[in-house]
């Protein structure tokens, strides 16, 4: 069903500024015309789709303005967003392998590690990966259920193997540390991710081990709910070899293939700071080409929406629900009460360079990792990337994210304020003649 109206064709409007004055049987029909089409608008704002929108361009799905102007049906055009509560899980096939990620160096893992490999190994028939570093633990190797199932166990290892389009499931086993590790293995497309909550903070991991068995095979059947965080791709682009005195001929296929090389997909943030220099940062910031303004303070933080809650948030920022395609920029105390941050909308290029004057070099992190000095005329390029991370939730993306923030950051917790009750007040005074001195106030107003 369209719910767009249809433009006005040239001979209608033409029509329409001949006949200023219409007669008494057309004012009616114009009339019942009205009337008609307010009751549709009626009911549609009664229908439990109306609060819903598609597009970005209005808030309503009547996207025509006056009787000449609307929003032309190009694709090209017009940007279209997913419903976010249509975002539900659906397997094409069944699962066969899953990737298991666990918290490195915490002992607390190892028995809900053991547990959830021999019930995936023995009672769901998977194929189950862990990075070879986990096999290395003496502790784990000492426990007799694990030893009678590791050399089932397909091992990898970080930045040698390739994972791509080699696993269909990921478990995390920790903090929200290791949906961070699971998104950087996979810089491109990522599997659903289900994180239990064995860590500290837990924002990112909303499932509870206790049931894991139940949980873990209702997802493998498709009852779960979806929501796709949104990365940032971040390429480094250094300084061309005209600074050494010389020009190369350029090879556009292989500078986009080294571009490709040089990118890194990060969930959270990336960081712009000014390292161990005494002196200021001086960072140029560019939307989609054109400048927009000077960081001078201690750096810049470009992260997800997913990332508003970690430094940016730490920073100063709002927390945005991972569902709204942005892009956060927040400086870091910079020195200037007005710079407050911002939020771009999600597919916009900003370009990060250290500024010609700036007396020092920039550092830059990638979600805490791959620390690498910004050098001046390097320039940082970042925006959205086409590849998601697909959390898998709990219950729902509404109900998830507030829970983690009440859980995790406490936001909007306190004690209840008690209930005004005049007389239970007035009672625990202590005083008898207050209701006399209230019957001579009112006599006196009165």
Known sequence: MSTTPEPLKDND????????????????????????????????????????TRSLNAPSPFQQFGPCGGIMK?????????????????????????????????????????????????????????ESAVLDDAILNEDTQFRSVRDKLVTFKDGRDDLTDRIDFIVCLGGDGTLLYASLLFQQSVPPVMAFHLGSLGFLTPYRFDNFQEQVTSVLEGHAALTLRSRLRCVMHRRSEKQHGFEQAVDLNAAHASSLANSIL?????????????????????LDGKYITSVQGDGLIVSTPTGSTAYAVAAGASMIHSSVPAIMVTPICPHSLSFRPIVVP??????????????????????G????????????????????VPSICAQDQISDWFASLADGLHWNVRKRQKCLDELSDLTASGSEDTFDEIENTKLYDG
């Open 346 to 367: 999600a597919g916009v290029e900003l370009k990060i360079s250290v500024s010609p004057e700036s007396r020092n070099t920039s550092w830059v992190s990638f979600d």
């Open 369 to 388: 990792r791959n620390r690498q000095e910004l050098f001046h005329g390097d320039s940082l390029r970042v925006t959205t990337s086409i590849y998601p």
């Open 266 to 286: 990060i969930l959270n943030e990336v960081v712009i700071d000014r390292g161990p220099s005494p002196y200021l940062s001086n960072i140029d910031l560019f």
């Open 13 to 52: 409007l033409e029509h329409s500024r001949h006949e200023l004055q219409p007669s008494n049987n057309e004012s009616k029909r114009i009339a019942d015309d009205n009337d008609a089409s307010s009751i549709a608008c009626d009911d549609m704002m009664n229908s439990s789709w109306w609060w819903r």
């Open 74 to 130: 190009n694709p090209a055009m017009v940007m279209q967003i997913q419903d976010p509560a249509s975002q539900r899980l659906t397997w094409y096939k069944p699962p066969l392998t899953v990737l298991v990620i666990k918290k490195v160096c915490d002992a607390s893992v190892l028995t809900p590690f053991v547990q959830l490999v021999l019930w995936l190994v023995q009672e769901k028939n998977m194929v189950v990966w862990v």
